[in-house]
C-alpha cells in the first residue's frame, strides 16, 4: 500500500465536519481488497482530539469511510465512500493512539472508533481497538449495527463500550431514513449484546418531519428497556453542518429547509425514552 497521503491531507482533523474527497483515490483495487481482508490499513477521514460527546471522558476518535445506509440526515456524506478516507498503515494509526494514550487514561476518557461505518473495515477496526486496549485505553465503538455478526463474540468483548445508533424501529421507517428496509439485524445486535451483558448506549438523531415520530420512538424505548443493559440514551439534535458537504458533493438533500428541533420537541423525545425506564438526555 502506498503510504499515509493519497489524495494529501493531514491524518489529524479539526472537526469531521471537514469536507475531505479522494483521499486515496488511484489505489489499486487489489491493494484496497487486501486492506480489508488484512486490517493492515484502515481508511480514516481523520483522527480528532477532544470530543467530549463520543463516549465517557475526553475522547480520541477515528473516523472511518464507507458506510451501507444512506441516512437523509447524514451529517458526513463524504465518509460514504472508502476512497474519500486516507489510506492508513495500521501501525500509523496505533502510533496516533499512542501519543494520546496516557492523556487520554489521566482524564478518564479512551479512544472511539466511529465513521461512517467502522465495520465496512472490520479487520481494521478489531485490530485498531485491541492496540488501544493493549495500550490500557478505554475503548469504544460507534455503529449502525448493520455487519456487527463480523465480530466474534471475544472481539466484541474486548471493546469496553458500544454506541448504537439506531434509526428507526419498523422496517419501513427504517428505509424511510436510510435507504435499508431491513433493520432486523440491528435489533438482533442488541440482543446480542444483551445475552452478553455487554454495555451499550442507545444514539437517536431527532429530525423534525423525519424521525420525530412518537411511535417509532416508544417502540425503539421500549426494545431498548427490554435488553437491560442499555446505560444511557442521547437524542441528539438535528442540526445543517453538514449541509454544505450535501452540496459540494452534488448529493440531492431532502432537508435542506429542515430546521433542527425545538427544546420542547427533544424534551418530549427524552421522555418517551424515560418513560421506558431508560436514562435519557
Ligand atoms: S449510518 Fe451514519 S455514516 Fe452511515 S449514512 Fe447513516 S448517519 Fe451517515
Known amino acids: 500500500m502506498g503510504g499515509t497521503g493519497g ?6 482533523g479539526k472537526s469531521p465536519y ?8 488511484g489505489l489499486a483495487e487489489l491493494d484496497v481488497r487486501q ?25 480520541l476518535v477515528a473516523w472511518t469511510t464507507s458506510c451501507m445506509f444512506r441516512c437523509r440526515f ?6 460514504w465512500t472508502l476512497a474519500n478516507g486516507m489510506a492508513v498503515p495500521l501501525d500509523v494509526a496505533v ?17 472511539t472508533l466511529s465513521g461512517g461505518e467502522p465495520l465496512m473495515q472490520t479487520r481494521f477496526a478489531v485490530r485498531l481497538l485491541q492496540a488501544a486496549k493493549a495500550l490500557g485505553v478505554h475503548t469504544a465503538i460507534e455503529t449502525n449495527g448493520f455487519y456487527s455478526e463480523r465480530l466474534s463474540d471475544q472481539e466484541l468483548g474486548d471493546i469496553d463500550l458500544v ?19 431491513d433493520n432486523s439485524r440491528v435489533l438482533q445486535f442488541g440482543r446480542r449484546l444483551a445475552d452478553m451483558k455487554h454495555k451499550m448506549w442507545l ?24 435488553l437491560g443493559i442499555v446505560e444511557r440514551v442521547e437524542i441528539l439534535p438535528f442540526h445543517q453542518m453538514g449541509r454544505y458537504k450535501w452540496e459540494r458533493l452534488g448529493l440531492e438533500y431532502a432537508l435542506g429547509e429542515t430546521q433542527p428541533p425545538t427544546a420542547i420537541a427533544v424534551a418530549e423525545a427524552v421522555g418517551i425514552f424515560r418513560a421506558a425506564g431508560l436514562e435519557a438526555w
Not at 489524495?7 to 489529524?12: F, K, P, Q, S, T
Not at 502510533?95 to 479512544?111: P, Q, S, T
Open 95 to 111: 502510533d496516533e493512539l499512542r501519543k494520546y494514550a496516557e492523556g487520554l487514561k489521566v482524564m478518564k476518557g479512551g479512544f
Open 203 to 226: 444514539r437517536y438523531v431527532l429530525v423534525p418531519g423525519l424521525t420525530d415520530v412518537p411511535e417509532e420512538m416508544a417502540r425503539l424505548a421500549e426494545y431498548a428497556a427490554s
Open 18 to 25: 471537514e469536507l475531505r474527497l479522494d483521499q486515496s483515490a
Open 35 to 59: 486492506a480489508l481482508a488484512t486490517g493492515d490499513v484502515g481508511f480514516l477521514h481523520s483522527f480528532t482530539t477532544g470530543s467530549a460527546v463520543d463516549g465517557p471522558g475526553i475522547r
Open 74 to 79: 447524514c451529517h458526513n456524506p463524504d465518509t
Open 7 to 12: 489524495a494529501g491531507g493531514a491524518l489529524e
Open 163 to 181: 454506541i448504537l445508533d439506531m434509526k428507526g424501529f419498523s422496517p419501513s421507517q427504517h428505509k424511510r431514513v436510510t435507504g435499508v428496509e
